[in-house]
């Protein structure tokens, strides 16, 4: 689950870290939260009056954001930009997990990042063919890594890849996972950089014979060690994880992509069965599937354009899955300029409760009463489970930009003004801060504290900087979305999982 990295930095899968942390904390004190209701979503189950209700008008509230070019995203996205291309090793292509401090290459950092090259291109921040050499040498190397069995020289498992690689050879770091998930997220980079480099010039071509290669060794089935879902990830020392991937979050990305595996398919019913343990809640006068980190609202959709198509949960629920993300997003903002338990700096304005760095596992006194407050973790807010000490990620807003830019935009750009360059620097916002934990006296596990101010993190992470470039992209030009759009994958996953509506019914 969570590894313990060097120089003691603590970093863990995006997901099953929060299935880990989420039920560990599931006791923590929600007393201060409004009651709220929570709805199981069972497979028969008729939309209700609430579900059917619009969360706002989003056109007229998407146009309060009227200029796509605004100088500070553009100025964001450009430096969100820099930390893949600038911090990953051009010679291996293995992206950081964060930076700067030196701990191994995320998988789904690599993911991000390979995404990220054709932001880069299109943008004219570098080059096509400096974009492309890139994304060769990155295929290139994961082509060649070791896969195996064997618990220690490896580098992945009937195609997938272990969480963690290190720096120096590429191999399986320490003892983590070989994960699903984090195996998903890389493999949408690649898929993306199949379809965006699509040129007849032979490094292209290259990169797409190489993308198939690799996509087509995924053994999805494998994975199915308890079917029809798919287990969370594998150990050599071990086997299967015991957990499967069930509840709504960011596994949609996973399932649509073993789904639609020309190789090693899994059948529809792993979809079926996986929405059916989806649960919808109510709250801050929002309606949507409960998953109470925001980036679970966001991964998939940086890779797969929601807007008009449905499935059978949707239709059960009465609205898509971008208006699932939009309502996640504005009910956090609603939390937040409610601020239940009175944290210093969160309101209306500064809002973002996701999975990030934070300042230290202790309890320490605030408004009178012992609060916990964590490093890394999961944290998430909902009527179920109360995760949150007081620190928010730049992340929850700026990967919620396409969903709600009316108050993602505002956000980031206050998040700037009130806290300057201690937050914002070369490469766009550092991963978290938390203006509560004002503690000098206490020594924090990452970054420092500002007295007066708060506390602020040190490094970046390469999962977090991913969706604020990418879906700060896709809200100024669809770029990643239209490239998506057409790929033999993502129409057939799509598919077989039951989808139809506009741009997947279009003839292709």
Not at 325 to 339: D, E, G, I, V
Request: charged share 20%.
């Amino acid at each position: 689950m969570k590894t313990t990295a060097a120089g003691g930095q603590q970093s863990f899968s995006p997901a099953v870290g929060v299935v880990f942390l989420l039920g560990a904390l599931a006791c923590a004190p929600s007393s201060h939260l409004p009651k709220q209701s929570i709805v199981v979503v069972p497979p028969a189950a008729a939309a209700s009056p609430a579900a059917q209700a619009p969360s706002s008008s989003p056109a007229s509230a998407s146009a309060a954001v009227a200029d796509r070019d605004d100088p500070f995203l553009v100025d964001l996205e450009r430096r969100t930009f820099r930390y893949f291309w600038e911090t990953t090793d051009p010679t291996t292509g293995l992206v950081p997990d964060r930076w700067p401090a030196k701990t191994f290459s995320s998988i789904a950092a690599i993911g991000f990042g390979l995404t990220s090259y054709g932001v880069g291109a299109e943008r004219g921040w570098v080059t096509r063919e400096e974009a492309a050499e890139r994304v060769a040498v990155t295929l290139r190397i994961l082509e060649r890594l070791p896969q195996g069995d064997r618990a220690t020289g490896m580098s992945g498992y009937h195609g997938f890849f272990y969480h963690f690689l290190s720096f120096e050879d590429g191999s399986r770091y320490r003892d983590v996972e070989l994960s699903s998930i984090d195996t998903a997220l890389l493999f949408a980079g690649v898929l993306f950089v199949q379809g965006y480099f699509d040129r007849e010039v032979p490094l292209e071509i290259e990169i797409r014979h190489l993308a198939e290669e690799l996509f087509a060794r995924v053994d999805w089935t494998w994975m199915q060690t308890r079917p029809p879902l798919v287990a969370m990830g594998w150990y050599p020392e071990k086997g299967f994880h015991h957990l499967d991937w069930t509840g709504y979050s960011e596994a949609m990305l996973l399932y649509i992509l073993a789904l639609g595996s020309p190789t090693h398919p899994v059948e529809p019913e792993a979809w079926t069965k996986w929405t059916s343990t989806y649960e919808a809640i109510d709250f801050y006068g929002q309606h949507y599937l409960d998953f109470g980190p925001l980036f679970g609202h966001q991964y998939t959709h940086v890779w797969v354009d929601f807007r008009g198509i449905h499935d059978a949960a949707n239709a059960r629920l009465g609205f898509d899955y971008f208006e699932n993300s939009r309502r996640a997003t504005l009910a956090q903002q609603a939390w937040a300029a409610a601020n239940p338990r009175g944290w210093k700096g969160i309101d209306a304005a500064v809002w973002g409760v996701s999975a990030s760095d934070g300042p230290a596992d202790i309890h320490h006194e605030v408004n009178g009463e012992t609060r916990a407050f964590w490093s890394y973790a999961g944290r998430g807010i909902g009527p179920r489970r109360d995760v949150e000490d007081g620190t928010i990620t730049p992340t929850a807003a700026g990967g919620s930009m396409a969903f709600a830019p009316e108050i993602a935009l505002p956000a980031l750009v206050e998040m700037a003004r009130r806290h300057g360059d201690e937050l914002y620097t070369r490469y766009g916002f550092l991963d978290a801060f938390n203006p509560t934990f004002d503690f000098p006296e206490i020594a924090v596990h990452d970054g420092h504290v500002v007295p007066g101010a708060g506390w602020y993190d040190s490094d970046y992470l390469g999962i977090d900087q991913g969706p604020i470039l990418l879906m700060i992209e896709n809200y100024r030009s669809g770029l990643i979305w239209k490239v998506m759009r057409d790929h033999p994958v993502i129409r057939r996953g799509l598919t077989r999982a039951g989808f139809s509506g506009e741009w997947l019914d279009e003839k292709h």
